[in-house]
């Protein structure tokens, strides 16, 4: 039986929504596996949070080659040498800054930019830095394409940070430095927080906790050992 040609592109395009269905459904459940086996199982309950890993489609922030991935307990590899973290990661250094509503947060290092969606549910704003020009461009065009309208996108220096729009309630670092940059520090609030790898040798590692006291003094905490990648150093950091 011979069937005319547009019976057959519209029972074609039926077919592809319905397999685009298919894969949103298999990627829906396989967030609310990682939340279940990954988040909640190590013992972050905040429920905002939750519902904001829940929300952001991670498969969206990695190539095509790593999607099927992109659930998975991991960092996965991105452009530039450079890797989106594991979620896991991602969870516990959102929830160590206590990110609210009324919180202005800064992120180093924006490299797929899957971090800064997930403070952009939370908090008013988010000021991201990604110092590669081509994660820059990518990562920026991507989030204003989801619609984020309260990020805000600077290609530089992370190690300077951004003076103009300091204090930072929070700042988040992605990537590693053998030490806490100064303008860093500077440009944390009175009792904010900030979440930084800081690598103490060449195979040690550990995400350090950074909150700033009422009388300016800093109290250090040493959380878990991880794996970043290192700082670019660029310009006249300190």
Known sequence: M??????????????????????EAEYKAAREKMIKEQILERGITDQRLLNALLKVKRHLFVGPAYRTQAYGDFPLPIEAGQTISQPYIVAIMT??????????????????????????ELVREVYTIEIIPTLARKSKKLLEGMGYNNI????????LGWPEAAPFDGIIVTCSPDHIPTPLIEQLAVG????????????????????KLANGK???????????????????AR
Do not use: C, W
């Open 2 to 23: 011979n069937y005319p040609r547009r019976v057959i592109l519209l029972s074609l395009l039926l077919l592809g929504l319905q397999l685009a269905a298919t894969s």
């Open 95 to 120: 929830t160590v800054i206590a990110p609210n509503y009324k919180k202005k947060v800064l992120e180093i290092g924006t490299g797929s930019g899957y971090q800064a969606a997930v403070l952009a």
């Open 152 to 159: 805000h996108f600077r290609t530089g220096n992370g190690h």
């Open 192 to 211: 904010g927080r900030m979440v930084i790898p800081i690598s103490y040798s060449t195979t040690v590692q550990y995400l350090l906790l950074v909150e």
């Open 218 to 236: 800093l109290k250090k905490t040493d959380l878990i050992s991880v794996l970043f990648v290192p700082m670019i150093r660029a310009g006249n």
